[in-house]
């Protein structure tokens, strides 16, 4: 019922800035939080930054100061802005978007595919 799809990957220099987007389409729900994880080579997928309907945010301790997520709720689409990029950044970033159905009583957590960013000189 809902198909995520991301963009924005790609390789960048430490330093540099990158901007992921990540758009659901479908019908027949509502999407409460939004957010992005990553998995580093050899690490395990982590939270990276989450925004719920109402505008609150969340960042991982590593991202703080340098990402910000946003959300455009007409467009079903969010947002993140990657900046001062680390080589330990790199990494296959997931979109994650968290839907109540209308005719559910349940909420459903859909994934992206993931689109992969590498940070390297």
């Known amino acids: 019922q809902v198909q995520l799809v991301e963009s924005g990957g790609g390789l960048v220099q430490p330093g540099g800035s990158l901007r992921l987007s990540c758009a659901a389409s479908?019908?027949?729900?509502?999407?409460?939080?939004m957010g992005w994880y990553r998995q580093g080579p050899g690490k395990q997928r982590e939270l990276v930054a989450v925004?719920?309907?109402?505008?609150?945010?969340n960042y991982a301790d590593s991202v703080k100061g340098r990402f910000t997520i946003s959300r455009d709720n007409a467009k079903n689409t969010v947002y993140l802005q990657m900046n001062s990029l680390k080589p330990e950044d790199t990494a296959v970033y997931y979109c994650?978007?968290?839907?109540?159905?209308?005719?559910?009583?349940?909420?459903?957590?859909?994934w992206g595919k993931g689109t992969l960013v590498t940070v390297s000189s």
């Open positions: 479908g019908s027949g729900f509502k999407i409460l939080d």
């Open positions: 994650n978007v968290v839907v109540i159905s209308y005719s559910a009583v349940h909420a459903v957590d859909y």
């Open positions: 925004i719920s309907s109402a505008g609150s945010t």
